[in-house]
């Protein structure tokens, strides 16, 4: 992610499609998008990405916690009306990023409970449930559960050779 990507970055973020399933729930503010820009783009331990398809942006993951050979965490989220499949693609992406960019040996994830697709995703990914954070998270007034997985980069690399048997 660079400057120029920061004002579509913030239109997706703010997005009612995808605001609704992140873990932060306010709309942000450009001065806020900036700031968080300014000082994570210094951070050693985070990865902001856009990936982008013949040129054009389809969507952004970030990883924080960046430590070679440890656990990294990522979000993300593709474009605002992007058509089914792009959520896989940015994400395989995403992953080979990782595994063979940052060297991390873990990506984790955090999900809100009533976000299906993204779970569906996950999965599909090869991520492993890792555990349920009972109402850990007040949306409005319900109690959310957010949903822990996670994916090895052992796991990862077997997933890859199986895929080019
Ligand atoms: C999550 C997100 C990236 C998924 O993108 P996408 O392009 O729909 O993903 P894909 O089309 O690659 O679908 C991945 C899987 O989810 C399923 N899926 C997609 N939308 C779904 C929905 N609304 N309900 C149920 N399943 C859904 C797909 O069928 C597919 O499963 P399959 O492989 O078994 O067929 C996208 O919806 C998004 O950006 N959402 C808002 C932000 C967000 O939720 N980020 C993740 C935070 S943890």
């Known amino acids: 992610m660079v ?7 913030l239109s997706w973020r703010n997005h009612p499609e995808v605001k609704r399933f992140m873990l932060t729930q306010h709309e942000i503010t450009p001065e806020e998008h900036r700031a968080w ?11 902001l990405l856009v990936i982008e398809e013949h040129g054009i942006p389809i969507g952004t993951v970030h990883f924080t916690g960046v430590k ?4 990294a965490e ?3 989220h593709s474009a605002p009306h992007s ?23 873990k990506v984790s994830s955090r999900v809100l409970a009533f976000n299906t ?23 409005g007034n319900a109690h959310i559960d957010i949903y822990c997985l996670g994916i090895l980069m052992g796991e990862w690399l ?3 050779a199986a895929q080019q048997e």
């Open 3 to 9: 400057k120029d990507d920061l004002e579509s970055m």
């Open 83 to 105: 058509p089914k499949g792009t959520g896989y693609k940015i994400c395989t992406s995403a992953l080979q990023f990782a595994f063979r960019n940052l060297s991390v040996n």
């Open 68 to 71: 070679e050979n440890g656990t």
């Open 117 to 139: 697709a993204s779970l569906k995703l996950h999965h599909r990914l090869g991520f492993k449930d890792e555990g349920i954070l009972r109402e850990h998270q007040l949306f």
């Open 37 to 47: 820009f300014e000082e994570s783009s210094k951070d050693q331990s985070k990865a």
């Open 158 to 160: 077997e997933q890859q």
């Open 74 to 76: 990522w979000s993300f």
